[in-house]
């Protein structure tokens, strides 16, 4: 697995920061970015970069929501997750954004809107053992179900097998270990 101290692609770009739930993607974003976690929009990150988290989303969300069950309103939240990465795409953004990374629609969806505008997709795959992401859901207080958390784990090894085998509609593919993730200094976009 690579370590890298930055990881560079070409302006206009879509990075998709993908792993299962709890596997550090929100974290590692605040690393790099400075965010706090409470975020109600994406983030600007200089040079036209747009980061998006879906917490930023969950937010947003949150002051309307109320105490409605996650099962209800996480559709609302990824779908808002998913349109505002689009719309930044559309309006000329290169972005880094934060996805669970098990829902291959997804994927071929923003495929094929990179391929639309001419830019691409690329994908940074936080692979870490199912035990260490369900420690991460412990810590930040959000607890998918075992019968959930297994269904992420069973799409996630075959998309991390894909990835090996070059099989995901992407321009490019970087598994990173935690100690890697750990490594990266940062995301840069070349004009």
């Given at each position: 697995?690579p370590?890298?101290v930055?990881?560079r692609?070409?302006a206009?770009?879509?990075?998709?920061?993908?792993?299962?739930?709890?596997?550090?993607?929100?974290?590692?974003?605040r690393r790099?970015?400075?965010?706090?976690?409470?975020e109600?929009?994406?983030v600007p990150?200089?040079?036209?970069?747009?980061?998006?988290?879906s917490?930023?989303?969950?937010?947003?969300?949150?002051?309307?929501?109320g105490?409605?069950?996650p099962?209800?309103h996480?559709?609302?939240i990824?779908?808002?997750?998913?349109?505002?990465i689009?719309?930044?795409?559309?309006?000329?953004?290169?972005?880094?954004?934060?996805?669970?990374?098990t829902?291959?629609?997804?994927?071929?969806?923003?495929?094929?809107?990179t391929g639309?505008?001419g830019?691409?997709?690329?994908l940074?795959?936080?692979?870490?053992?199912?035990?260490?992401?369900?420690?991460?859901q412990?810590?930040?207080?959000?607890?998918?179900?075992a019968?959930?958390f297994?269904r992420?784990?069973?799409?996630?090894?075959?998309?991390?097998?894909?990835?090996r085998?070059?099989?995901l509609p992407?321009?490019?593919?970087?598994?990173?270990d935690?100690?890697?993730?750990?490594?990266?200094?940062?995301?840069?976009?070349?004009?």
């Amino acid at each position: 697995m690579p370590s890298a101290v930055d990881l560079r692609y070409p302006a206009g770009s879509l990075v998709l920061l993908a792993g299962l739930p709890g596997a550090g993607k929100s974290t590692l974003l605040r690393r790099l970015y400075g965010l706090r976690g409470d975020e109600t929009r994406p983030v600007p990150a200089g040079d036209g970069v747009l980061v998006i988290d879906s917490r930023q989303a969950r937010n947003w969300w949150a002051r309307y929501l109320g105490p409605i069950p996650p099962r209800l309103h996480t559709p609302l939240i990824y779908t808002t997750h998913v349109w505002r990465i689009a719309r930044a795409l559309l309006t000329g953004h290169a972005v880094v954004a934060h996805t669970r990374g098990t829902w291959p629609h997804i994927l071929r969806g923003f495929r094929w809107l990179t391929g639309r505008l001419g830019t691409g997709v690329h994908l940074i795959l936080l692979d870490v053992p199912p035990r260490v992401a369900r420690e991460g859901q412990y810590s930040r207080g959000r607890v998918l179900t075992a019968t959930t958390f297994a269904r992420h784990c069973r799409r996630w090894e075959g998309l991390v097998d894909r990835a090996r085998e070059g099989g995901l509609p992407a321009a490019s593919i970087t598994v990173l270990d935690r100690a890697a993730a750990d490594d990266l200094g940062g995301i840069r976009f070349d004009g």
